[in-house]
């Protein structure tokens, strides 16, 4: 029989990896989506197919215990969020309801229906926060400094609950920043690359963006769906972080995007006071010692190449688009 795996937040960048993954595994995967007017299936559409996708909400208990009875998961990959960090400040409340508890919300539909399945948190490194040291790793304490990251670190004690009061095989990755082509244009590192391409093409001239001396661990998003899968293979549950090991400037960011395009990235990108954080996040980078050594985990893609591939994505997609 073919495993069946449940994956929340199927739609997004990393619900759409470890869909693929899972898939190329042999499971039956099924991807819980919300009813919307607007839903964008844009990152599954070439294996929607071969997903069954079913209607739930994380504001909706209800709706997740009746996916969990008429489905029998073996695993439950809790993806989705309000995961977009500056939107936390203008929606404190609906990232606390949906980040927070939603996943209160999945583990007790879990612990009611079947609590053999087991159970991935997406946790975070915006967790961190203001770090107590570096780099962080399982045990670094969590001062978060956004809404988002409040939500998280609840959401990653509240899995840590249920699997100590109630033995569920319940673990949390507490994944660094993971980028790919498919990463939202609101996200940081896509807003570059996806600027850098329209000015090359003559579509645009400016870029706005906030603080750059703003340091983040990114690695692609391809390689840590592997870690997440592997979490939930062993034979005891764990947190484990999940990470390169090494840090970048928003400042380096830009001048690696507009240089691959034969760009000089000052002459383009304008720092807005207007796009700083309420409180920013100054430094964060992964020590994965334990996920390299227990889950035997490496990433693959460097962070060269990680921008490399995005650029090239927009580039592609922006000449399709305009007919260039």
């Not at 549950?237 to 034969?262: I, K, M, N, Q």
């Not at 020590?287 to 921008?307: M, N, Y």
């Amino acid at each position: 029989m073919a495993k069946k795996a449940l994956i929340t937040g199927v739609t997004g960048q990393d619900g759409s990896y470890l869909a693929e993954f899972l898939l190329e595994k042999g499971y039956q995967v099924i991807g819980m989506v919300r009813r919307t007017s607007t839903v964008n299936f844009e990152r599954i559409k070439h294996i929607q197919g071969k997903i069954t996708l079913v209607p739930g909400d994380l504001v909706d208990q209800v709706s997740i215990i009746d996916i969990l009875r008429e489905y029998r998961p073996d695993e439950v990959y809790n993806l989705a969020a309000q995961s977009f960090v500056p939107i936390s400040w203008s929606q404190p409340v609906l990232t606390g309801e949906v980040t927070a508890l939603g996943v209160t919300r999945v583990l007790d539909a879990i612990r009611t229906v079947d609590p053999t399945i087991r159970f991935y948190q997406a946790s975070s490194s915006e967790m961190f926060g203001k770090v107590r040291e570096t780099p962080q790793n399982e045990n670094t304490p969590f001062y978060p400094r956004s809404p988002y990251g409040v939500a998280k670190v609840y959401g990653h004690w509240i899995t840590v609950n249920y699997r100590e009061s109630y033995g569920l095989f319940a673990c949390s990755g507490i994944l660094f920043n993971h980028e790919s082509p498919r990463r939202g244009l609101e996200f940081s590192t896509h807003k570059v690359t996806y600027s850098a391409a329209r000015i090359k093409l003559g579509l645009d001239n400016e870029l706005r963006m906030g603080n750059l001396d703003a340091q983040r661990d990114w690695g692609y998003a391809g390689d840590y769906i592997k870690a997440i899968w592997l979490m939930l293979q062993q034979d005891e549950p764990d947190d484990y972080v999940v990470g390169t090991g090494e840090a970048h400037s928003v400042r380096e960011l830009c001048e690696l995007a507009f240089d691959y395009l034969g760009l000089d990235w000052r002459d383009h990108v304008v720092v807005d006071p207007k796009l700083f954080r309420p409180a920013d996040v100054d430094f964060l980078v992964a020590d994965a010692t334990k996920a390299r050594t227990r889950l035997s985990w490496e990433p693959t893609v460097t962070f060269e190449q990680l921008i490399q591939m995005m650029v090239d994505a927009d580039l592609k997609a922006l000449k399709r688009e305009n007919n260039l």
